[in-house]
């Protein structure tokens, strides 16, 4: 079967740094993406990973374990402005995303 | 680049009419558009994926006859809800997969149904 999971929740400090997991489990796999929605906005995309590794673009970077169906989101530098639900969805063998329910992120001053 | 509109962002109807969104891609040809529903604090739900001019493949539990879709060219893709109730009241936002990015979809602001 498929299943997709990530933290409900999560706080952090402004100017900290917090890592975001995402873990699935699914026979097909055409990449891990990341998306952020601000509370009553349609999410935006943040990244796509389909290789091993680490993908850094400026403040979040995103990282991928095909062999353990892992991924995480990483936010540096913290802002106020990142306070959202981030989601994570993987692309199974029929080139569609398979959502998480989003982790809610919280950034206190 | 990847910019996807729809159209209106905010609707409140009457129980029994039917409401028309419509989804654009701006600066790509979108091959493929999709259909989620989201309720509040809720994850996306997908309702139904659409090909250009072909029937668009709806998830189980969606009923096509209510939700009508159609993807007339590679750059609009409209949703119907038919005979709207209040149970139809929700955040549908659609998305568009094509460009450069063959995989990534790249979402629409969304529009609010609120249905009296």
């Known amino acids: ?109 | 680049g990847a910019v996807v509109s729809q159209h209106p962002s905010r609707v409140i109807c009457k129980s029994g009419t039917s409401v028309k969104i419509e989804c654009r891609s701006l600066d790509f040809q979108a091959t493929t558009m999709f259909w989620y529903r989201q309720f509040p604090k809720k994850s996306l739900m997908l309702m139904a994926t659409s090909n250009e001019g072909s029937k668009a493949t709806y998830e189980q539990g969606v009923e096509k006859d209510k939700f009508l879709i159609n993807h007339a060219s590679l750059t609009l893709s409209t949703l119907t809800v038919t005979s709207a109730h209040p149970e139809d009241s929700s955040f549908y936002i659609c998305s568009a997969r094509g460009g450069t990015s063959l995989e990534t979809q790249y979402f629409g602001p969304g529009t609010r149904l609120l249905v009296l």
């Open chain 1, 1 to 109: 079967g498929q299943n997709i999971d990530q933290p409900t929740e999560m706080t952090a400090t402004e100017g900290a740094i917090v890592q975001i997991n995402c873990t699935y489990q699914t026979s097909g796999f055409n990449g891990l993406f990341w998306y952020q929605q601000h509370a009553g906005e349609a999410p935006t995309f943040l990244s796509y990973n389909v290789l091993d590794g680490l993908e850094e673009k400026g403040r979040f970077s995103s990282f991928l374990s095909r062999s353990k169906g892992y991924s995480y989101l990483l936010l540096k530098e913290l802002q106020m402005k990142d306070s959202a639900s981030y989601l994570c969805a993987f692309m199974d063998s029929n080139y569609q995303l398979i959502w998480g329910a989003g982790t809610k992120l919280i950034i206190k001053p």
